[in-house]
């Protein structure tokens, strides 16, 4: 039988710190719940396949809390971003690029002859062997067979039936979560028009997607659908931000890991999709770069809201250690609405990303802004933001070229993910409360902010990081139990 957690509400604000008069505000916004289970055992749910949260919110279909201006909103070039080789010629000077790729190798040469986790020969071959992925095809290769190959016949089914049968194929190839969208009208319009190595995208009357050397085709004939897909990765290993020697290639093997794992679910779906009788494609030739700006779709369909840093996204359930995928299909399929959780509000008051950022490219303004594109507020690449920011968004100002030197000079970053505050383990109950709390009002937001000795979380100290080795952590470093209800395992709404 299984034994239930005793904190109470009253437990939780007593372990805050808070008086009776904090512990009366959140009782008002807060349902009763019994004990940490019962409060967990609450979720809204799509079908039963999805549970989530009770303080997860839906919002409007195109309305999520990363205010947006569809007016303005238009597909991206996406040769320009700060991590593919074009962006950095964009982005860079050669005098630029040459100074970075120097201090990148003295870093890491620093932190070899110092010795600590992440700069070990093992550290080198684990972040190899996670880097190891499947290759990328446009859509479909020939030799999957194509329709009806099998004498079976084409799957027919609702919108809502086939996104549960979808939600389930993908979560058991491996994917942490999934969200859908009708790709048309205001949806359509964030596609990437320029691939990242160059060719455009070209939206043609065709019965199959294809690609060429000049072009990569998308059939504008009938309604497509985009599967937004969240890899979630170690929270622990991306805890091992930079410090003096850089973040160093242990926090780089998680990061990679979750494109070995996207590469797998990518395989795994196309082959899934083309025996259902479908269509299914999206990357042309590389595993982080397709025709939707994934972590757009991701905010769009629900999986998550847009954070402070605005290159990253927090998921209520994973928080901000998650890669987000997308793949595009014509099988009918049953759109899910951006939430609220209270994360956006909540990045409002807490900054901490913005203060821990070594190289001043996240924003500290409590506001974030629709006016995104002043030289003045970007360090590299001044006069020519526009071609680097997507438009439409109210966002915070992230200077992605920034970031770029900043990593590269200390091989290796992310203490804005690692630090956050939504990164913390979600089997410690109280953490559960705080999110909730979070969700349901944000009068204790600058208090959780702070309260770093109580969540217990933040950047490991380089001393520490080669610790990994020692634990007994779950496949891949994740919890894959969570949004999962049935089967055996733990019951729960996150
Ligand atoms: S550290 Fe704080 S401000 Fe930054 S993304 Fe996380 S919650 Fe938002
Ligand atoms: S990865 Fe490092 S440099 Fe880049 S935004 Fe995050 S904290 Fe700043």
Redesign the pocket.
């Known amino acids: 039988m299984q034994k239930h957690h005793s904190m109470s509400r009253r437990d939780f604000m007593k372990a805050l710190g808070l008086g009776a008069a904090g512990a009366g505000t959140v009782a008002a916004a807060v349902p009763l719940f019994k004990d940490l289970d019962d409060m967990m055992s609450h979720g809204e749910t799509l079908d039963h396949t999805f549970k989530r949260a009770w303080y997860i919110k839906e919002r409007p279909l195109g309305d999520p809390t990363t205010e947006t201006d569809w007016s303005m909103v238009k597909g991206h070039e996406n040769n320009y971003i700060m991590n593919s080789t074009g962006g950095q010629n964009y982005g860079f000077t050669a005098e630029e690029r040459a100074e970075r790729s120097r201090l990148g190798s003295e870093a890491a040469a620093a932190g070899v002859a110092r010795g600590y986790g992440g700069f070990m020969t093992r550290d080198y071959a684990l972040s190899n062997g996670a880097g190891v992925v499947l290759n990328f095809d446009w859509t479909q290769p020939k030799t999957f067979g194509y329709l009806n190959v099998s004498g079976l016949p084409k799957y027919q089914g609702s919108p809502e039936e086939n996104s549960k049968i979808l939600r389930a194929a993908a979560t058991f190839l491996g994917a942490s979560s999934v969200g859908f969208a009708v790709l048309e009208g205001d949806e359509k319009k964030i596609c990437n028009i320029v691939h990242s190595e160059g060719r455009p995208f070209a939206w043609e009357d065709v019965e199959w997607p294809y690609d060429t050397d000049a072009k990569i085709v998308v059939p504008n004939n009938r309604t497509l659908y985009a599967i937004a897909i969240a890899e979630e990765f170690s929270k622990e290993l991306w805890r091992h931000g930079t410090n003096d020697f850089g973040a160093g290639q242990m926090r780089g093997a998680a990061n990679s890991d979750r494109y070995r794992r996207w590469s797998i679910v990518y395989r795994g779906l196309q082959r899934f999709l083309t025996y259902m009788g479908y269509m299914a494609f999206g990357y042309p030739n590389h595993q982080a770069r397709g025709l939707l700006p994934a972590a757009a779709d991701g905010i769009l369909t629900g999986l998550c809201e847009g954070?402070?840093?605005a290159n990253?996204n927090?998921s209520p359930e994973h928080g901000?250690c998650q890669g987000y995928f997308s793949l595009v299909t014509d099988l009918p399929l049953a759109p899910t609405a951006p939430i609220d959780a209270g994360?956006r509000r909540?990045?409002k008051t807490?900054?901490?990303?913005?203060e821990t950022c070594p190289t001043n490219a996240?924003s500290h303004d409590k506001e974030p802004t629709f006016d995104l594109f002043d030289p003045n507020l970007y360090q590299f690449n001044k006069n020519n933001a526009v071609k680097f920011i997507a438009p439409g968004k109210k966002n915070w100002v992230s200077d992605s070229y920034a970031c770029a030197w900043g990593t590269n000079i200390r091989s290796g970053c992310c203490n804005?993910m690692g630090?956050?505050?939504?990164n913390v383990n979600n089997g410690a109950g109280i953490h559960s409360l705080v999110k909730s709390t979070v969700g349901a009002t944000s009068l204790f937001n600058g208090f959780f902010?702070r309260a770093d000795s109580i969540y217990g979380f933040g950047l490991t100290p380089d001393d520490k990081k080669a610790e990994w080795w020692d634990k007994s952590l779950p496949v891949s470093g994740i919890d894959s139990t969570i949004c999962a209800s049935d089967g055996a395992y733990r019951k729960r709404a996150y």
């Open positions: 954070g402070r840093n990253i927090i901000m994360i909540f990045c807490c900054g901490k990303c913005a996240i804005c630090g956050c505050t939504f902010a």
